[in-house]
């Protein structure tokens, strides 16, 4: 073989051929998945995430969510990114503002975001090949990283602690939950589990999600190798959502838990808001919401609700007790597994030294 350089022409065909490889790969993810973006009044921030996809994902649809901004977010949009999909709605709907933007969608596949979050490099991909290998699978929650130190967020721990075995075989844990900035989802399957309910505005709006999702037979899954950036945005009302958390809760837990548990998990949200100092507000609150949340009442199937329960106890418990349990439980299976594998080999490797044992 020789050891001269190839000639230019052949490289240039290497190149080409590289080139059009990744062009395929581009055009196979922008058939497969949609960037969903929500925003509010956060102009600048929605900028820098869309210039971010745009560089990350090229050729991937977007479709961006504008809760009646008033900053001039959507012209700013519409001036800067041309081929955006822009969803103007005429209120602030908070998280039911991404149902407008999924209806605008015609993949099968939908990535979430916030406008204070972006998806990193090849992160879609390697979603999408997930939910393509599994029928079941509804949605992918990333593990998000937070600022340029990109310390690991609290919700992605837990999920890679997940109490709940790995049946579909995901490259990462299965769990009851999910993220809503931050995961890839079945579009059908969140379109029949109707979205986000348009009377929660922001916070905990996932859980009702993940509860019919689950109810219908889904998965759903975290992935470590799947990367979601987050840099909190300085424009935000933290103590609204400290405030919406455990109300939305209280009503998740009404609209489709047995009594018991409804009642547990009300018990356990009006001590936060008493601790919080809003316990009045929020007893008002998920009083005036009642009348509704009682017409929409269905109860979940028993198998359901031991799945809830068992998240329950594990979020109930500090982290790091289930990831010495969890770390306990692997190295268990990695020994059940070398002492398989030993007693598969021993009457090989018996029979090997019978036949290498020169006779007397």
Known sequence: MSDAAAPESSVRATRAGDARGDENEQRDLASAVSLVVLTHNRKDEVLRTLQRLVQHAPGVPIVVADNA????????????????????????????????????CRTPYVAFCD????W?????????????????????????????????????????????????????????????????????????????????FLGGEEELLAIDLLAAG????????????????RVRNVAARRRLLPRNAIWSAWL????RSAWRQTSLRLAEARRDGALLWMGASVLRGLPWVLRERRV????????????????ATPLGV??????????DSAGRARAAQHAEDAPEAALVAAQETPPH
Not at 115 to 118: L, N, Q
Not at 300 to 315: G, N, P, T, Y
């Open 69 to 104: 901004s008033t900053d001039g977010t959507a012209e700013a949009i519409a001036h800067a990114y041309g081929h955006v999909a822009l969803v103007r709605l005429p209120r602030n709907a908070g998280a039911a503002g991404r149902n407008a933007a999924v209806d605008a």
């Open 115 to 118: 406008d204070d979050t972006w």
């Open 120 to 200: 990193a490099p090849g992160a879609l991909a390697r979603a999408v090949e997930e939910l393509d290998g599994h029928a079941r699978l509804a949605v992918v929650t990333a593990r998000v990283l937070i600022d340029e130190d990109e310390r690991e967020d609290a919700t992605s721990l837990r999920m890679a602690a997940s109490p709940f075995r790995n049946t579909l075989g995901v490259r990462g844990t299965e769990v009851v939950g999910l993220l809503a900035g931050a995961c890839v989802i079945r579009r059908s399957a969140f379109v029949a589990a109707g979205g986000y309910h348009p009377r929660y």
């Open 218 to 233: 889904w998965h759903m899954a975290y992935m470590p190798d799947v990367i979601v950036h987050h840099h909190p945005s």
């Open 256 to 259: 489709r838990r047995p009594w």
């Open 300 to 315: 979940i199937a028993d198998h359901v609700e031991m799945s809830l329960q068992k998240r329950d106890a594990f979020d």
């Open 322 to 331: 289930w990831q010495r349990r969890l770390a306990r439980d692997r190295a």
